[in-house]
């Protein structure tokens, strides 16, 4: 049973639609996260939920809206695409905040 | 702003050869140092480091943190053609609301040869 599974694994569209990816994890944990990894390989955090409850929210751009509906599910949604978005989206979870981070295999969006 | 730098960039050995691989940190509120391994996909967890000194070994990765020298370092005897992966260091915070926070180096891209 995968840990921490996220869908689309790939995501291509074209710019200005809306896309949603979602995330679980079975690992009972009470944390999630969201990172984006560019094209460098750098991986930034961009979210983390604690128990449904936005913990950090870093400076990323309110196109961006994670929602929790609980702590076993942390989805992304984003509005109006653009080319700088193409990334992969790597969500994780943890046991609680400061534990080690366990991956999902990532979510690959290209903006055509 | 907390920035974690790596090096090498990139290192090509052949197996059998011992690698290190270097990490130093500047974070806020500094709590713990992360090692993972990122083959194709999901970065899989290898080291927490909280403790300077202190070595934390598994099979043939070692990792050892100074806090002195805010750096930390990972080792790798009798590199394998498996090995070949990117490494990534992360620091972590501890405070305030960046508790919990990661921010990662750029990493290490490591190619074993046979």
């Known amino acids: 049973d995968t840990a921490v599974s996220q869908t689309p694994k790939y995501l291509v569209t074209q710019m200005g639609n809306d896309k949603s990816i979602k995330c679980e994890q079975n690992l009972g944990h009470d944390t999630m996260y969201w990172y984006k990894q560019d094209s460098k390989k750098f991986l930034k955090i961009m979210f983390s939920?604690?128990?449904?409850?936005?913990?950090i929210n870093e400076t990323v751009p309110n196109r961006f809206s994670p929602k929790s509906p609980d702590k076993a599910h942390l989805n992304l949604h984003i509005n109006s695409l653009e080319l700088g978005d193409s990334a992969v989206y790597f969500c994780?979870?943890?046991?609680?905040?400061?534990?080690?981070?366990?991956f999902g295999d990532g979510t690959r969006l290209s903006i055509l | 702003e907390d920035k974690v730098v790596q090096s090498p960039l990139s290192l090509v050995v052949h197996e059998g050869d011992t690698v290190t691989l270097n990490c130093s940190y500047e974070?806020?509120?500094?709590?713990?140092l992360l090692w993972y391994k990122q083959e194709k996909k999901a970065p899989t967890f290898l080291f927490m480091l909280t403790s300077s000194g202190i070595e934390k070994k598994s099979g043939r990765l070692s990792s050892i943190l100074d806090k002195k020298e805010l750096s930390s370092i990972l080792n790798i005897t009798a590199t394998q053609t498996g090995d070949s992966a990117i490494y990534l260091c992360a620091g972590a915070s501890g405070g305030g609301t960046s508790y919990g926070k990661l921010t990662f180096g750029q990493g290490t891209i490591l190619t074993v040869h046979p």
């Open positions: 939920y604690n128990n449904k409850e936005l913990i």
């Open positions: 994780a979870s943890s046991q609680v905040l400061g534990q080690p981070q366990h």
């Open positions: 974070v806020t509120n500094f709590r713990s």
